[in-house]
């Protein structure tokens, strides 16, 4: 099965990027949840930390200053350093 990675920024060529391998379960994995600021982002994140949480991964948050912006490199730093995976809302 093949996969396809949308990148949703707005650079006109994108570089190529290797996915990184995926891990066999989340159990005992630091999960980053990275809210972006969009409203109703934090409802979907409220649901995906329960259900990770109960799954057995720690769960660690993170709101972007805005939306309109990349986030922070202070804040990818602390992202990048913290969580052995991360995920990002995108809600309206």
Known sequence: M???????????????????PRPAGIQ??????????KPRGDIFLNRLEELLSGAGATVMRYRKPTFTKPAPVDLRQEIATQCTLVIEALAD
């Open 28 to 37: 005992g994995q630091v999960i980053g949840l990275l809210d972006i600021s």
């Open 2 to 20: 093949s996969h396809v990675l949308l990148d949703p920024t707005g650079e006109r060529s994108v570089p190529h990027r290797e996915p990184l």
